[in-house]
């Protein structure tokens, strides 16, 4: 009820998937560490052999 995290834990969000015209797609991530600190990037994704894989990111990183 508070919105903190229990037991010095994490909260990893992850937004909606964009496809791209090459088969990638562009995923939005942000993580909130118990009051301590926050950040986020967007993640360029791949399918290689049925398995999404992180290849990269792109953007602008955040943190505070």
Known sequence: NTGAVEG???IITLGNAHFQEDGSALVSASIYIAN??????TYI???????????GDTGVRWMS
């Open 8 to 10: 010095n834990g994490a």
């Open 36 to 41: 301590l600190a926050a950040g986020g990037l």
């Open 45 to 55: 994704v791949e399918c290689i052999d049925g398995v999404w894989h992180v290849v």
